[in-house]
T-cell receptor, first 113, second 114 residues
Framework: DQQVKQNSPSLSVQEGRISILNCDYTNSMFDYFLWYKKYPAEGPTFLISISSIKDKNEDGRFTVFLNKSAKHLSLHIVPSQPGDSAVYFCAARITGGGNKLTFGTGTQLKVEL | NAGVMQNPRHLVRRRGQEARLRCSPMKGHSHVYWYRQLPEEGLKFMVYLQKENIIDESGMPKERFSAEFPKEGPSILRIQQVVRGDSAAYFC????????????FGQGTRLTVV
């Protein structure tokens, strides 16, 4: 039962353009969402998060949008840079569960010159 | 302030042997989480520990797997009588509190069972 889904295993974008990574979830108990970035042979690195009481959170080039009614969130990276090439994981948690996270399967982003 | 330290980075075990994976959380962090990533999959929660206590082990296989986080020393994930299906990357994460902050991940231990 995949409660957090990332339906695009890969995405290729040109440098300078916008990257949009999507994530859907099924569990309505999730109330906090996170995006992690992962390079090969390294652990995930926290990127940005959003609480379910908000619909947008922005941090520099990264913006996360949350549509609760659609149970959908997206990560926008603009402008995309070659160093952004990595696997991006969407994750969700329930308040009271600490950092017990449910992860999606990831999207491999490749930013081309 | 060193990050979350996991060792070894790579571990090879023959079927039937025991694997011990160690995780030293960031300084001041008393909450530790273990995750497993199978090939081509996302990370799956295994267990959540606080010093000397298992808080949530709902993701741990019922047999052969155990975890501890003693008062002194690193957290240990132990896999007894390993099988090929245990081959995966095992990640540890830590946080200072139960809520209000994100968890920081270590670089992982890649376990290969031959």
């Amino acid at each position: 039962d995949q409660q957090v889904k990332q339906n695009s295993p890969s995405l290729s974008v040109q440098e300078g353009r916008i990257s949009i990574l999507n994530c859907d979830y099924t569990n309505s108990m999730f109330d906090y969402f996170l995006w992690y970035k992962k390079y090969p042979a390294e652990g995930p690195t926290f990127l940005i998060s959003i609480s379910s009481i908000k619909d947008k959170n922005e941090d520099g080039r990264f913006t996360v949008f949350l549509n609760k009614s659609a149970k959908h969130l997206s990560l926008h990276i603009v402008p995309s840079q070659p160093g952004d090439s990595a696997v991006y994981f969407c994750a969700a948690r329930i308040t009271g569960g600490g950092n017990k996270l449910t992860f999606g399967t990831g999207t491999q982003l490749k930013v081309e010159l | 302030n060193a990050g979350v330290m996991q060792n070894p980075r790579h571990l090879v075990r023959r079927r039937g042997q025991e694997a011990r994976l160690r995780c030293s959380p960031m300084k001041g962090h008393s909450h530790v989480y273990w995750y497993r990533q199978l090939p081509e999959e996302g990370l799956k929660f295994m267990v959540y520990l606080q010093k000397e206590n298992i808080i949530d082990e709902s993701g741990m296989p019922k047999e052969r797997f155990s975890a501890e986080f003693p008062k002194e020393g690193p957290s240990i994930l132990r896999i007894q009588q390993v099988v090929r299906g245990d081959s995966a990357a095992y990640f540890c994460a830590s946080s200072p509190y139960k809520t209000g902050t994100e968890a920081f991940f270590g670089q992982g231990t890649r376990l290969t069972v031959v």
